[in-house]
């Protein structure tokens, strides 16, 4: 439905004003936000930069959950600095999407409502030290499987914001290999918890890409206007074909009978995962969506106390300024 009503959006947008904004992207140049854009990019990067904003905001829970309990004191402030950094990438990127004209207010409203969607990923729960490992490694690696290409997308502010992520996010994922490393090469307990981890976040990781091309609404559309970069199914390939290796240098063993080299193809073969249950935690029914909303709520209206200062003092200034001229 949401793509035939930005087909039917624009329909009624000047077909030479259209022809030349898509003859901007193919010749790979970048749109600014003060540039005219049909009606339904504009929305669907509203959706697209609030919905990943969201997840990186979203993202910080399941790992916080565990900064109280690091094993020591380096691993609780790389843990630290880690759930830090994705605070700041939501913060850049909600500021992307003010820049195409929606409030970050009207975003998080819309996301506390249930309206608008995070990631799937977060809607599981991290139950032991390992899964610090196998988030790092195996969401944060999706996550820069998908977000290296976004860097050369054709919005300018979010294609800028993404090349900073993708730093950061590299740090996050190599955090992550090492702590399953250690696991991994650790007493038959932490190899036990390591291989554990693995099993329960390696399909909800497969998911993060979305679904299957068949079934994705916008990537056609997206993909035309260099919004999306790659197909939901081509990521997940690649995805496969980096972390299939690394799960064999860790010795562990990723939970999927028929995941095989093809030598014709040059990929992996592999499972798909198990899509009814992806559209259920799309749908709110995850093992946490009910936590994970109750918390960002919970936070908003804590936090209320502290905006209402700092606009106590903003209109105070503003007043002061009016008053002096
Ligand atoms: N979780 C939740 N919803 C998802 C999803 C997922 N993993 N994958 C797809 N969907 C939703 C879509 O939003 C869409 O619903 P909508 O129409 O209500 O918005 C529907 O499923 C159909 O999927 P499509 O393939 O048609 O949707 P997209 O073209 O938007 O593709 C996407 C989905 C690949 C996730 C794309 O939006 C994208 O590349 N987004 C930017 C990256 C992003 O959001 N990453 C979040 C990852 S987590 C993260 O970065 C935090 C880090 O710290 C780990």
Redesign the pocket.
Known sequence: M?AQMIKSEASQEDPEALKAFQDRIDAGSKIEPKDWMPEGYRKTLI??IG??AH??IV?QLPEGNWISRAPTLERKAILLAKVQD?AG?GLYLYCAAETLGVSRDQLTRDLLSGKM?????FNYPTLTWADMGAVGWL??GA?IM??VP?QRTSYGPYARAMVRICKE?SFHQRQGFDIMMKMANGTDAQRRMAQDALNRFWYPSL?????SDKE????EQ?MAWKI?MNT?DELRQKFVDQTAPQAEYLGLTVPDEHLKFNEESGHYDFSEPDWDEFFQV?KGNGPCNTERLAARNKAWDDGRWVREGLLAHAKKKRNAAIAAE
């Not at 969607?117 to 990923?121: D, G, N, Q, T, V």
């Not at 998911?207 to 679904?211: D, V």
Request: hydrophobic share 25%; proline share 3%; net charge negative.
């Open positions: 949401y959706r697209q919905q990943h997840s990186e993202g994705e990438h969607k995070y990631s799937s990923i969401v944060d996550a998908n977000q976004l996010e998911m993060m890409f979305g679904p994705s609404v916008h990537s997206s999306k939901n799309l």
